[in-house]
C-alpha cells in the first residue's frame, strides 16, 4: 500500500479507537477475485457467498495467537474485522433483500465515508467526507472540483466487506496459510459459483437463514470455526455440504490439468479437515500445548514459504 495512503488510513482508524490498527500489522489474508455475467448473476452470487464467507472463515482459519499466545479465537484476524470500521465492513444487510442491484450498492457506496483523493501524484486527506459532497463539487478537501472516474474506483477500495464488489466480487473471508493450501480457495469459490445449478442449490440452503442467525454466524465462526452453528445445523455440517457442492461445480467445469486431473484435487485438504472438525488454527494450537510446548517459535519453520 502507498505509503501516502497508509498514513491516511492509520490515522483516520486511530481517531476512531478501534482494532483498526491491529487490521493493518497484524493480520493476513488471501482473497480471490470473480465473475458476474450479469447484474442478476452478480447479486445470486453475491447473496450466497456472503451468507456462506463464515464457512470460509472456518475451512480456513489460520491465526488462533496474538503476542505468541493463544487468543480464545481461530481466526483473530477475522475477529478483528469486527471491530474495524463499521462505515465500511460487515456482512451488508442490504445484499438479502429484494432492491439488491448495482444501483443498491453505488448508494450504499456513496454513503462510506472518504479516505482520500489522489492528486498530482500525492493523497490529499479527505477522511470522513462525502463523496456525495465530491459529487456535488463540495468536497472540503478540494472545494469546488468534482470527482473523475479513477476517483470512484479509489472510492470503491476503500470499503472493506466480507464481499467486495467491483467490476468483479471479491472474497474476503479466508486467513491466509501455507503456499500449498493457496488453490484451495478460488477452487472452492468457484466450485460454488460458476456452476448454475450448484448456485441454486448453495442458495437453498442458506436462504431460510434470518438476517440475526447471519450476523451471529459471522460473530462465532471466528472464535468457534467448525463448531459454530447456524438455523439448527453445524457449521461443520454446512462446510461439507459446501464442498460437496462445490466439488461438483468443479467436476462440471471439468478443468483439467497437464496430467488429466480436474480441480477437486484442490478441495482434498478442505474435507479431510473438514471431516475431522478441525480448522488448521485448531491444528496449531494442538501442537502448541503439545510437541511445541507451548511456544510459538516452531511456526516459524512450520509456516515458511
Known amino acids: 500500500m502507498p505509503k501516502g495512503r497508509y498514513r491516511i488510513m492509520r490515522e483516520y482508524m486511530t481517531k476512531r479507537g478501534n482494532l483498526g490498527l491491529d487490521m493493518m500489522s497484524r493480520t493476513c489474508t488471501v482473497q480471490v477475485n470473480l465473475d458476474f455475467s450479469s447484474e442478476a448473476d452478480m447479486v445470486k452470487k453475491f447473496q450466497v457467498a456472503l451468507a456462506l464467507q463464515p464457512v470460509a472463515t472456518a475451512l ?56 482520500f483523493v489522489y492528486r498530482n501524484g500525492e493523497y490529499i486527506d ?22 473523475i472516474l479513477q476517483d470512484w474506483e479509489d472510492h470503491l477500495t476503500t470499503a472493506f466487506p466480507e464481499v467486495r464488489l467491483k467490476r468483479y466480487m471479491e472474497m474476503r473471508g479466508a486467513d491466509g496459510g501455507p503456499w500449498r493450501k493457496l488453490c484451495a480457495l478460488p477452487a472452492f469459490w468457484a466450485g460454488l459459483l460458476y456452476d448454475g445449478a450448484v448456485l441454486d442449490a448453495a442458495w437453498d440452503m442458506v436462504r431460510d437463514w434470518s438476517m440475526e442467525e447471519r450476523l451471529q454466524l459471522r460473530k462465532d465462526a471466528p472464535r468457534l470455526g467448525l463448531k459454530a452453528s ?47 472438525g478441525l480448522t488448521p488454527a485448531d491444528k496449531k494450537l494442538e501442537l502448541y500445548h503439545g510437541e511445541w510446548n507451548e511456544s510459538v517459535d516452531p511456526l516459524f519453520t512450520e509456516a515458511i514459504y
Open 230 to 276: 447456524v438455523h439448527g445445523r453445524t457449521l461443520q455440517s454446512i462446510a461439507l455440504d459446501a464442498l460437496e457442492m462445490s466439488s461438483s461445480g468443479l467436476t462440471a467445469r471439468n478443468r483439467l490439468s497437464s496430467s488429466g486431473e480436474n480441480e477437486t484435487g484442490f478441495l482434498e485438504t478442505l474435507f479431510a479437515n473438514t471431516y475431522a
Open 60 to 115: 480456513f482459519a489460520n491465526s488462533p495467537f496474538v503476542d505468541g499466545k493463544p487468543c480464545g479465537f481461530v481466526s483473530y484476524r477475522s475477529h478483528v474485522w469486527e471491530d474495524t470500521d463499521p462505515d465500511r465492513t460487515g456482512m451488508l444487510p442490504f445484499v438479502f433483500e429484494s432492491s439488491m442491484g448495482f444501483e443498491r450498492y453505488v448508494e450504499y457506496m456513496l454513503d462510506v465515508p472518504m479516505y
Open 126 to 147: 479527505a477522511s470522513g467526507q462525502s463523496f456525495r459532497d465530491f459529487l456535488d463539487g463540495k468536497l472540503p478537501a478540494l472545494p469546488g472540483e468534482k470527482p
